[in-house]
């Protein structure tokens, strides 16, 4: 039986929802549609029906009954004899019961698939195509010049708007270069407006419109790049692009490993999870080199550079093991 006591990580994430929880009779659940394309491991079923601690409550659509998150421990409770499961309800249209089984796959469980994920965001960017890329790659883990790709492939009549409503919950402009435009004709009919009323009326970040300001007191472009000679400067100096890596919130992503049951409950899970916890560097962290002392500075940088090095073969070889495992 399933029904013992919740660990204490299981404790502080039920704690994080709002919504209480109830268990029901597993014949009144429905399975309904899923992003997985691949169905159901068995292999994972019998992992979790085998698991004696209390699995984390399953995601269900109230109105329909249908199963939101959590196929997987449904049937891993049907195989392990149970009459009822832990049920969390939610209430929403089918569009949002979509994006809430991406994010539930996405953070919990076995993860989705290259594919799968792929396959999400391309129906979210149709049924939300006024939510930005950024927006849309945070919800199924993709990258973000992925998500604009898959737009551009699939879908690029949809957005007539320009405008795209980002991560934040801020609506702004999908050309941000008009957006410094219209904050610079604010700045013009009003030089003592706020940032914040210039970045409302224009539909930019509080600092675009501070960037913009600036840029208008000095008498530069308004666009970065456009005849802006510290940009011109800075590129002489440095003449090899340097290609910005995806954004990652390493908290979130060590959170997921230690919620997955595979690796929760088997000791080589663990000890990877314990192996990562101690060699992923934070971004508070980052300042802790800026302590050096300047005679081992250099030495310092050569050994940040071998280890990042060492992350990238890694990464190299995961990646290669993904596309094979979930073409």
Known sequence: MLDVLLSDSDRS??????APTTFLPLELLRTGESPRSDGIDREYVGMLAAVEVRLPPILV???????????????????????????????????EV????????????????????KNCAARIIRSYPEWSDRLIAAKTGLATKTVA???????????????????????????????????????????????????????ISVGTARDVRERLLQGRSLL??????????????????????ESVNL????????????????????TLIRWLDARIIRTEEAGYATRVPPHQAAVIAKA???CAQLWENIAQGLERRAAVENP
Not at 98 to 117: C, H, M
Not at 183 to 193: D, F, Q, S, T
Not at 251 to 270: H, I, K, M, Q, T
């Open 13 to 18: 994430t039920s704690a994080q929802r709002p």
């Open 61 to 95: 659509h109230r109105g329909t009954m249908r199963v939101i998150d959590g196929v997987h421990r449904l049937h891993a409770a049907r195989l392990a004899g149970a009459s009822t499961i832990e049920v969390e309800f939610f209430d929403g249209t089918d569009r």
């Open 98 to 117: 979509f994006v809430k089984a991406v994010e539930a796959n996405i953070a919990n469980g076995l993860p989705l698939s290259l594919r799968d994920r």
């Open 149 to 203: 790709a898959l737009r551009a492939d699939s879908c690029a009549d949809v957005d007539q708007s320009g405008m795209r409503v980002g991560a934040d919950g801020r609506l702004r402009p999908v050309n941000v270069a008009a957006g410094r435009l219209r904050a610079g004709e604010v700045l013009e009919r009003n030089p003592e407006a706020s940032l914040r009323e210039i970045a409302r009326q224009a539909g």
């Open 224 to 245: 970065p790049g456009d005849g802006d000679r510290a940009e011109v400067a800075r590129s002489a100096t440095d003449p090899t692009p340097h290609p910005r890596p």
């Open 251 to 270: 908290v979130n992503v060590l959170e997921s490993l230690r919620r997955d049951p595979a690796l929760r409950y088997s000791e080589d899970g663990r």
């Open 304 to 306: 940040a550079r071998a």
